[in-house]
């Protein structure tokens, strides 16, 4: 999924997805520097995911056993 950054406003950038809907993102979630016009591009990471998911085990198996 792409964003197009419409503008930036107090802490966030006022964003257009794909679908046509507009999402405030604040800054501070996007890479720095991020500008009117920019694209970003959204997608899920499964190898992060799958490494998150196996720490949270961990530490649930820790706190339970």
């Known amino acids: 999924m792409k964003w197009i950054v419409d503008r930036i406003e107090e802490g966030f950038a006022v964003v257009e997805a794909e679908n046509e809907k507009i ?3 604040p800054l501070d ?3 720095k520097g991020v500008k009117e016009g920019d694209v970003i591009n959204v ?3 499964k190898s992060e995911t799958k490494k ?3 720490y949270i085990e961990e530490l ?3 706190l339970f056993v």
């Open 23 to 25: 999402y405030n993102i």
């Open 29 to 31: 979630a996007l890479e």
């Open 43 to 45: 997608s899920v990471d």
């Open 52 to 54: 998150r998911e196996e």
């Open 60 to 62: 649930m198996d820790d």
